[in-house]
Every structure is written in structure tokens, then in C-alpha cells.
């Protein structure tokens, strides 16, 4: 497939182009042109009008001659007679985005872009486009002319660019992102905009330091009775798709304390930063993208679960912790909000008899936080992956006193990959009975 990297008309000769800032010594066009070399690409060009890309050896494509470049943002794509994946030459790219861009396969079009929740640092508070993959020459040359034609009937709240172009392929809402209906790249890659931007990769280790660091924590709430799953088929299937047992906690409730005070008392063992932690039941069953998607959400609070019940509530974007799930499953949490519950609920909740009922009644860890949040962090935003990437199967594997009054699960409607959900749903049962058997 050829990789054509946009870098516009270039500007003024006095001018430097955006692709031409140095990042940690080097072009942000000439780092995308390496990453996609170490990745196997053979086929680059530059689409451009500016000769000071020749330095990069690749062949110049030119297209809107700069005289009449008064033309909307969207006529800036190369018209390809061949598969071909257009990248952005202004992205300062992570080695792992462009190695999601390169092994990513469609049979029509697929869209690489980041979205939210971001991480504290990123240089933008919105999302920014990196790439399109085109197979379907046609639907992308005639969506081109639907967005133009809109753009003339003035059906366009902003000049056209990537995010309306996505809009007509996939046939959504205009002027409306749907930020769940591509390819999501959430790490340091981000396009530059001004020279403040730089700063963000202030030095070269800074883009290189995370790629052999455990990018997420996660602690597994477990009572005694469903370790057997936890050890025999939960922890596996974390282990399975990459994730390291450092990274891996396991809170069981050995003293019988309840899951209230248990999952208190584990808040309470995290450190008092301001990093995260994802945590997870014990009743839960893992999509095969959980480890991608975790260490792609890895800022905020961001809930990996919603049920049936609360879809039509709390739609898949960024929703008020009013309207999010009462129930928890899978959720990542800041450690030093998780702390602060631990410290309201351990000295207000637990013992007063206004929420005797509501603890009586089932309610447990997730209420806890919920109602800690409502209360002390109202401004605090919640986001919700959908499709899930974790779902109860706690009528599956026993041990819970509140597993019949729970939805029952849904499995593949909520997955990908539904061989990886069967095959689990298998084991599980059989998992369950040997269990049984031997009681």
C-alpha cells in the first residue's frame, strides 16, 4: 500500500513548514518517514509544492497548484488510483501509533485519530486526525465531493477538514464527532500546531521513555470464594493479551470484612498520587481489546462497563456521574480519589444508620464511590467505553448473594470477539461445576 504523508503547499520560502520543526533533533516528517520504514513501509510519498521536502528521498506528489490554493482543506488529498493511506505530516507519531496505523486492516476505510478522556499533560483539549486508510477509492473520492457540495450550501458549521470527511463515510450526523466509530490513538502522538506546542517533547526521551514501562495498574476486589476464578481464568486472560503480573494487584477479603469495607480498606493501600488505577470485580469477563483499550484511556475517570439497563442513561461519550452506572465492574479511578472515598466512607457511610438500608439491601463498593462522587466531585466527568470491555458473569461462577437480581450476561452482543467469549463462557461452567463437584 502506499503511504502518502500531507504536507500542504509549505508556505513562504522564509517560512518553515510545520512538518520541518525538529522534535528531540529531528523533522516531525522525517520521524514519521523512519517509524514507517522500521514498520515495513517501502511506498512513501510526499504530497506537497514545497521543494525542501526533497531532502527526505521520497517521491513529491503535487497537487493544488499553489495559485489556486484558495480551495477548502478538504481538496488537500492526493487523488490515489491505488490503495493508499494518507497520514498527517504535522503528527508528532508514537512508534506504536504508526504501528497501528501500518497493521490495521480494512477492505473499505478506516480513520486513526485520538479522542477523549486525554492525559493531564496532552498539548490539546480536543481531538486531533492522524491518518486515513483507503481501499474503497471511490466511497472516498465521492465523499470528498458530498463534503465540498455541503460546504457550498453552507451545511458546514467550520471549513471542512478530516472529522467532517469521517462524518460522510460512516454516514453519521454532520458537525457531530462520534468518537467511537475509529481507530483511537490516546498516547503522546499529537499534531503541532504553533512552537508552544514543542514544548511537549521539550527532549527525545520524553516520546521514547514509555514503551517498556507498565502503562497501567490494575487491582482485582475478590472475595475467598471466587479466587479459583480469579487465579485460574481471570488473571490468565490478562496475562494472555500482554499484560504484566507486576501490574496486577489482587485485594481479597481473607478477613471477611465485607465488600464494602474490603474495597475501602484496598483504596486506601494505593498511593497518594495522581495516577490511576483500574479496578476490577471478581464477576467479570474480559473483552480480548481490555489491555488496549486500558492503556489507551489512561487519564481521568473512565468506566469500562455499561449494562443494557443504563445504555439509553449513559450513551458511550463523556456523561455526569449523575447519569453514569450505578455498578462498577471495571472502572478507572484516580488513586487519590479512590483514597479520599475510602477516607468519607469509612467515616461517614460505614456504621450510620441513614445508609444502613442501602448497604443492607446489596449496595456496595461502587454505590460507595458513586454517591462519594455525586457529593464531593460534581465538576468530575465520567467517560464510558462502549462496547464494553469487561461483562458480569457472576450467575456463572456463584459466590455472590446478589447474582440473581443482576442482568444476566450478554456476551457477545457487548464484544468484538465473540470465539474468545464462548471459549471463556466454556471454561468458566466447567470451572463452576468442578467447583460444585468438589464442595
Known amino acids: ?33 523512519r517509524l ?44 490515489s488510483k491505488e490503495p493508499c493511506c494518507y497520514v498527517m505530516g504535522d503528527v508528532v507519531f508514537s512508534e506504536e501509533a504508526i504501528r497501528t496505523i501500518v497493521e490495521t486492516e ?26 486515513f486508510k483507503v481501499v474503497d477509492l471511490e466511497k472516498f473520492q465521492n465523499s470528498i ?3 465540498k457540495q455541503g460546504l457550498q450550501e453552507n451545511k458546514w458549521r467550520r471549513d471542512p477538514i478530516a472529522w ?40 527525545m526521551e520524553r516520546l521514547e521513555c514509555r514503551k517498556d514501562e507498565p502503562s497501567a495498574r490494575y487491582m482485582i476486589h475478590a472475595c475467598p470464594k471466587r479466587m479459583w476464578y ?17 501490574q496486577i494487584t489482587v485485594w481479597c477479603d481473607t478477613k471477611q470484612e465485607g465488600n464494602l469495607k474490603a474495597c475501602m480498606h484496598a483504596f486506601q493501600s494505593l498511593p497518594d498520587d495522581n495516577e490511576g488505577t483500574w479496578h476490577l470485580q471478581d464477576d467479570v469477563l474480559l473483552a480480548r481489546d481490555f489491555r488496549r483499550k486500558t492503556e489507551r484511556y489512561n487519564a481521568g475517570l473512565v468506566a469500562g462497563f455499561i449494562s443494557q439497563r443504563y445504555s439509553a442513561k449513559a450513551k458511550a461519550g463523556i456523561v455526569t456521574i449523575e447519569n453514569a452506572p ?11 480519589m479512590a483514597r479520599a472515598c475510602a477516607e468519607w466512607t469509612l467515616t461517614y457511610l460505614v456504621g450510620n444508620p441513614v445508609y444502613a438500608n442501602y448497604i443492607g439491601d446489596g449496595n456496595g463498593d461502587d454505590w460507595a464511590f458513586k454517591s462519594f462522587a455525586k457529593d464531593y466531585c460534581k465538576d468530575v466527568m465520567c467517560y464510558n467505553l462502549q462496547p464494553s ?47 460444585k463437584e468438589s464442595m
Open 389 to 435: 470491555i469487561v461483562e458480569h458473569i457472576d450467575n456463572l461462577i456463584g459466590g455472590s448473594s446478589v447474582g440473581t437480581r443482576r442482568d444476566g450476561p450478554t456476551y457477545a452482543k457487548h464484544f468484538e470477539d465473540s470465539d474468545l467469549v464462548e471459549e471463556l463462557r466454556r471454561r468458566i461452567w466447567l470451572g463452576s461445576q468442578q467447583t
Open 230 to 246: 480469579v487465579n485460574e481464568h481471570l488473571i490468565p486472560s490478562m496475562l494472555e493479551q500482554g499484560i504484566s503480573r507486576e
Open 145 to 147: 465531493e458530498i463534503v
Open 106 to 131: 480494512t477492505d473499505s476505510i478506516e480513520f486513526f485519530a485520538s479522542a477523549p478522556p486525554f492525559a493531564v499533560d496532552y498539548p490539546k483539549r480536543w481531538a486531533e486526525p492522524f491518518a
Open 326 to 336: 450505578w455498578s462498577f465492574p471495571c472502572i478507572r479511578i484516580p488513586n487519590k
Open 1 to 33: 500500500m502506499k503511504y502518502i504523508i500531507m504536507a500542504g503547499r509549505g508556505g513562504d520560502k522564509n517560512e518553515v513548514p510545520k512538518q520541518l520543526w525538529k522534535v528531540g533533533g529531528e523533522y516531525i516528517i522525517g520521524r514519521t518517514i
Open 36 to 79: 514507517l520504514k522500521k514498520y515495513g513501509v517501502t511506498d512513501i510519498c510526499i504530497s506537497t509544492h514545497d521543494d525542501r521536502f526533497k531532502q527526505f528521498g521520497c517521491k513529491i506528489l503535487r497537487h493544488n497548484n499553489p495559485a489556486t490554493y484558495k480551495q477548502p482543506w478538504i481538496t488537500a488529498f492526493y487523488p
Open 164 to 203: 467532517e470527511l469521517w462524518q460522510v463515510i460512516k454516514d453519521t450526523p454532520w458537525n457531530r464527532i462520534d468518537y467511537t466509530n475509529y481507530t483511537v490513538i490516546n498516547d503522546f502522538t499529537c499534531d503541532v500546531d504553533t512552537e508552544d506546542n514543542l514544548v511537549y517533547y521539550k527532549n
